[in-house]
């Protein structure tokens, strides 16, 4: 077990390690120094892995070993590095330099020329992971900060970069005042629980934030579900991990092995009486399992099916819900709250640091018809049309952006002179429609935006799980009567489209059934500029 002298010393030497592994200080190493060890990280995420990423990762290796450089040169699988329209993305470390469209022909090159000459390849340049170096200099990362800069699968690099600092204080300095009130602030509605539990199911189809937050960085997400059950003082954590995302319960798996291992979870916290018992369990994919009820159900080996009371926050969707599972009352939060309460209290209660209001931001998917569909962290400031020109590049050229939904599957269509609107809840509140899930997609010009609603409530009628007449039929018809459209909904259409839209938002059962009705709505007060009171 590891006591408190340990773990500063542990840090120190580990720190030290990481000042000299900076991304951007490629400088030569000193003489007499020992040599700082390199990695190259693929992105192993969806868009990568299935672009070339696998084939690319599978070259490398075997390069690294034809030429007897597997001992010297890590080869990571990575998450995503943001730049996912420009896959096979790679970075290396220490340089923290990013490769963009790599192919299996270029991994000679780039070993010959950067890993071993030290000269890195301009043609496949993407740019650098220092912020100062501009690559993504328009986000502000702060949960995603060690995203591709550290080695996923290596404990002492978590450690070096400042995991566990804060549940070490936490349970050895007693913090739990602090705790609770971060607990609050970032996890609302916690209160006292037997356990927590949190899922990696996306917040909507296609997105990959949660999946990529393990894969890149799984300690933080350890941390911060510790933290959370402390702050409760719960004794059990559920982590939920849909198999399909295989890669980010293999890092799952790798990280609580390695941090049980070292005494930052399980029996003896740090050598100290607190013990919480961490368990993954792997399930399946839902959508509809977003719903902190229908989740239950399915880790209670049941089918997901939501209860009436509408647990979802339509403006906030990290907030917490609580509910039962197999006896135990506990608590659920999303990843997203809990590796930002982990970077809050490693600041807070490990160094002591309030941070500044600013410093507030969204980790959200870009999609659709944009220069630069990726994941990122936004400023919260952020108006909605920033992030398209800023961060998604805009627009291709001779493309014009028609549309935006915003809020995944069940968000709302906005026109393009709509998107003044900043990325906080109080900005989302004044919109009134509020965030279903933090994902953008770009409508272009020659889109057919009927078609568009068409394809979203085809998807969302094959999620609905048919407890209640008024989402099961009210959903299918809808579907019937877009279908029925034509190329724009005459006016008979309009009204029995607002009408179902009506039923849905106040009679459904729970609240997949009334999100559900947003899209519709917002394309009918926005489009057809009809109100729907
Ligand atoms: S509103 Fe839809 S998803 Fe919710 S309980 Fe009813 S049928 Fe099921
Ligand atoms: S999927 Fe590879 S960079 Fe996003």
């Not at 995503?80 to 970075?91: F, H, I, K, S």
């Not at 709509?418 to 010009?445: D, F, K, Y």
């Amino acid at each position: 077990m590891i006591n408190e002298t340990d773990m500063a010393a542990l840090r120190m030497q580990l720190a030290d390690r990481l000042r000299r592994r900076k991304p951007g200080g490629n400088k030569a190493v000193a003489a007499g120094e020992e040599p700082r060890p390199r990695s190259v990280l693929v992105c192993g995420a969806g868009g990568c892995a299935s672009g070339g990423g696998r084939q690319l990762y599978a070259a490398l290796r075997d390069e690294l070993l034809r030429r007897g450089l597997a001992g010297q040169v890590e080869l990571v699988p990575t998450g995503c590095l943001g730049l996912c329209a420009e896959g096979p993305v790679l970075a290396v470390a220490p340089e923290g330099v990013v490769y963009s469209r790599v192919g299996v022909a270029d991994v000679w090159e780039i070993v010959e020329d950067h890993l071993l000459a030290g000269k890195p390849v301009e043609r496949l340049l993407a740019g650098y992971i220092a912020p100062e170096e501009g690559l993504y200099s328009a986000e502000t990362r702060r949960i995603t900060a060690r995203w591709g800069i550290i080695n996923p699968e290596r404990l002492e690099e978590a450690v070096a970069a400042g995991s566990y600092r804060a549940l070490a204080a936490a349970v050895l300095r007693k913090e739990s005042v602090e705790l609770v009130r971060l607990a609050d602030e970032f996890l609302p509605g916690f209160g006292p629980a037997d356990g927590v539990v949190a899922t990696l199911n996306e917040p909507a189809p296609g997105v990959y934030l949660r999946s990529t937050l393990a894969e890149s960085d799984p300690h933080s997400l350890l941390e911060g579900l510790a933290l959370a059950a402390i702050a409760v003082n719960a004794p059990l954590a559920v982590l939920h991990v849909p198999a399909e995302y295989t890669l980010a319960a293999e890092r799952l798996r790798l990280a609580l092995r390695a941090a049980v291992e070292a005494g930052f979870l399980g029996d003896g916290l740090f050598g100290g009486e607190i013990s919480l018992r961490v368990e993954l369990c792997v399930g399946e994919e839902d959508f509809l399992q977003k719903d902190d009820s229908a989740l239950l159900e399915a880790l209670g080996g049941r089918r997901a099916a939501p209860a009436p009371a509408d647990p979802i926050d339509p403006i906030d969707p990290a907030a917490s819900g609580c509910g039962v599972l197999g006896g135990l009352r506990v608590r659920i939060a999303s990843p997203e709250s809990l590796v930002r309460l982990a970077f809050a209290a490693s600041s807070r209660l490990a160094a002591a640091e309030e941070p500044s209001a600013e410093e507030e931001t969204v980790l959200l998917a870009l999609s659709g018809r944009l220069l630069r569909p990726r994941l990122c962290e936004a400023s919260a400031a952020m108006t909605l049309r920033e992030l398209i020109e800023q961060m998604g590049g805009g627009l291709p050229e001779g493309d014009e952006l028609q549309a935006v939904q915003f809020g995944g599957p069940t968000g709302g269509l906005l026109r393009p002179d709509q998107l003044e609107v900043p990325l906080n809840a109080a900005g989302l509140r004044a919109w009134r429609e509020g965030m279903g899930a933090p994902v953008l997609t770009a409508i272009g010009s020659d889109e057919n935006l009927l078609d568009a609603l068409r394809s979203v409530y085809r998807y969302l009628g094959r999620h609905s799980c048919g407890q209640c007449s008024v989402c099961r039929i009210g959903l299918a018809r809808v579907e019937e009567r877009l279908g029925a459209a034509g190329e724009e909904p005459d006016a008979e259409a309009v009204r029995q489209l607002a009408a179902l839209g009506k039923q849905l938002r106040e009679a459904s059962r729970c609240g997949f059934g009334r999100a559900a009705a947003r899209p519709l709505l917002t394309y009918l007060a926005h489009f057809c500029r009809v109100e729907v009171e």
